[in-house]
């Protein structure tokens, strides 16, 4: 089974905090996702990474960095926290479809972190 | 760009009941794969269904299977005899061959099993 896990469930911080949200995944996927999930505004991908140290912007980008030294760990870092970042955010891997030969590959999802800046 | 639409904010239905959510989707690439997830209270996106474009069937998972119509861009999940524990949020999405293949959400379905 694939399994995705997120450091944390439930998170407060300050505003201005620097923040760093982790996902680990245990099934040697090559992509992995994060995405922000919004009441009214439905799930925003953020930022993803097709490889070890590769990284690319979403639809989100703002405010917002990632780190992926390793294939198996991609971290989520909010620079400087603001109050708008209180949100719950989903991590994601799949492998690649250059791996699997599949026309597209699915994506396993952690089980979120839900973060409130105060 | 791709697009998911979910025309049903909310659904009943009666325990052992089936179901259907709706979703249509858009996109002028040929290549492209349709997902169903769940989504509990708890939060977890959970992967309920796959199909392929170039499936010639419907697939089916258990209890989930996905009408999927090709012609009419849509890929209704449906749910045959609804348990208690089906009462969730179902996300329809969809994901491309090319560019960045990060999933693209419908705004969802509420879905609650009465007893």
């Known amino acids: 089974d694939v399994k995705v896990t997120q450091s944390s469930r439930y998170l407060v911080k300050r505003t201005g905090e620097k923040v760093f949200l982790e996902c680990v995944q245990d099934m040697d996927h090559e992509n992995m996702f994060w995405y922000r999930q919004d009441p009214g505004l439905g799930l925003r991908l953020i930022y993803f990474s097709y490889d070890v140290k590769m990284k690319e912007k979403g639809d989100i980008p703002e405010g917002y960095s990632v780190s992926r030294e390793k294939k198996e760990r991609f971290s989520l870092i909010l620079e400087s926290a603001s109050t708008n970042q209180t949100s719950m955010y989903l991590c994601?891997?799949?492998?690649?479809?250059?791996?699997?030969?599949?026309?597209?590959?699915?994506?396993?999802f952690g089980p979120g972190t839900r973060l409130l800046v105060l | 760009a791709q697009k998911i639409t979910q025309t049903q904010p909310g659904m009943f239905v009666q325990e052992k009941e089936a179901v259907t959510l709706d979703c249509t989707y858009d996109?002028?690439?040929?290549?492209?794969?349709l997902f169903w997830y769940k989504q509990p209270s708890s939060g977890e996106m959970i992967f309920l269904i796959y199909?392929?474009?170039?499936?010639?069937q419907n697939a089916t998972e258990g209890r989930y299977s996905l009408n999927f119509q090709k012609a009419r861009k849509s890929a209704n999940l449906v749910i045959s005899a609804s348990q208690l524990g089906d009462s969730a949020m179902y996300f329809c999405a969809m994901s491309l061959d090319t560019g960045r293949r990060a999933l693209t959400f419908g705004s969802g379905t509420r879905l609650q099993v009465q007893p």
């Open positions: 994601a891997s799949s492998l690649s479809p250059r791996t699997s030969g599949s026309v597209v590959e699915t994506q396993y």
């Open positions: 199909q392929g474009s170039y499936d010639q």
């Open positions: 996109t002028s690439d040929p290549s492209y794969g």
